[in-house]
C-alpha cells in the first residue's frame, strides 16, 4: 500500500465551492502560495492506494480521503458572532445564532464559511498566479 499527498483547492461556487485536486510530494504551503487562478483556499489530505490484480487485470484501488490539514486562506478575515453583527452581515450572523457558529470565514471574494472546530484556518499573504 502507498500513501499520497494531495492539495485540494477551492474555488467561488454558485451554490457550493468549486475545486480541483492535485498530487503534491509534501505538506508545504509554502510550496503552494503559487496557487490557481480564482482560488480562495487549499487543504492537504491523503489517499491510500492498493495495485491489485484480478481477472488477469491490474486495478488501483483507492482509500476515502483521510488526514486533513487545517485550511490555509489566502486572505480573508475570521470573524466572531459581535463582528458579524457590527458590520450588519445579517444573513450570516442569523445563521452563525441559528447554528451555533463561533466563528466564520470571510474570504478575500466575500463569501462566508463557518469554521469548524477540528479546523484551524490559517491566513496566508495573498500571491495570485496568472
Same mark, same amino acid.
Given at each position: 500500500?502507498? &500513501?499520497? &499527498?494531495?492539495?485540494?483547492?477551492? #474555488? ?9 485536486d492535485r ?13 490557481? +487562478?480564482?482560488? #480562495?483556499?487549499?487543504?492537504? #489530505? /491523503?489517499?491510500? *492506494? *492498493? ?6 487485470? +491490474?486495478?488501483?484501488?483507492?482509500? +476515502?480521503? +483521510?488526514?486533513?490539514?487545517?485550511t490555509y #486562506?489566502?486572505?480573508?478575515? !475570521? ?22 457558529? /463561533? %466563528?466564520?470565514?470571510?474570504? %478575500? ?5 463557518? !469554521?469548524? /472546530?477540528? /479546523? ?11
Amino acid at each position: 500500500m502507498v &500513501t499520497k &499527498t494531495f492539495v485540494r483547492f477551492f #474555488y467561488p461556487g454558485v451554490l457550493f465551492s468549486e475545486t480541483s485536486d492535485r498530487e503534491v510530494k509534501r505538506r508545504d504551503p509554502n510550496a503552494t502560495r503559487e496557487f490557481p +487562478k480564482g482560488c #480562495y483556499a487549499f487543504r492537504f #489530505y /491523503d489517499i491510500d *492506494e *492498493e495495485t491489485v490484480e484480478a481477472f488477469g487485470r +491490474k486495478e488501483t484501488i483507492r482509500d +476515502k480521503a +483521510k488526514n486533513w490539514s487545517n485550511t490555509y #486562506y489566502f486572505g480573508g478575515e !475570521i470573524l466572531d458572532q459581535a463582528e458579524v453583527k457590527r458590520r450588519g452581515m445579517n444573513v450570516a450572523h442569523t445563521n452563525m445564532k441559528c447554528n451555533g457558529w /463561533d %466563528r466564520v470565514m470571510l474570504t %478575500r471574494f466575500g463569501q462566508v464559511f463557518p !469554521i469548524e /472546530d477540528d /479546523d484551524n484556518p490559517v491566513i496566508l499573504p495573498c500571491i495570485e498566479k496568472d
